[in-house]
C-alpha cells in the first residue's frame, strides 16, 4: 500500500460515490487495495476495478443532504471554489 488517505462519501440513497484525496496526485499511487479499505471502512463492497483519475468537487452547504452526507457535487477546474481530487467517480 501507498498510505495515500482516502476517504469515502456516499450518496442520500446509500450507494458510494466516490473515494478519494483532497488534491491532485500521480493516479498510479492509489491502489485499489486502498480503494476498497475506504469502501469497506464506509460500509460498502470492494470493486474488482476502479479508473482513479484526476477530477474536481464544489461545496455547495446550502445543498447538504441527511446527516454525515456532505453536499459536492463534481464541477469543471475552472468553476469557482473548485476542488482538485484525485480518485474514483461512481456511477
Known amino acids: ?3 495515500v488517505d482516502l476517504t469515502c ?8 460515490w466516490a473515494v478519494f484525496r483532497i488534491g491532485h496526485i500521480d493516479p498510479a499511487l492509489v491502489t485499489l487495495d486502498e480503494i476498497n479499505a475506504a469502501l469497506d471502512n464506509s460500509g460498502y463492497d470492494a470493486v474488482e476495478e476502479a479508473e ?5 468537487i464544489v461545496n455547495d452547504p446550502e445543498d447538504a443532504g441527511e446527516e454525515g452526507l456532505y453536499p459536492w457535487h463534481w464541477c469543471q477546474a475552472d468553476t469557482p471554489d473548485a476542488i482538485a481530487i484525485t480518485g474514483v ?3
Not at 52 to 56: A, G, K, S
Open 9 to 16: 462519501y456516499g450518496t442520500d440513497d446509500g450507494q458510494p
Open 1 to 3: 500500500m501507498s498510505d
Open 52 to 56: 482513479v483519475e484526476h477530477l474536481w
Open 89 to 91: 467517480k461512481f456511477p
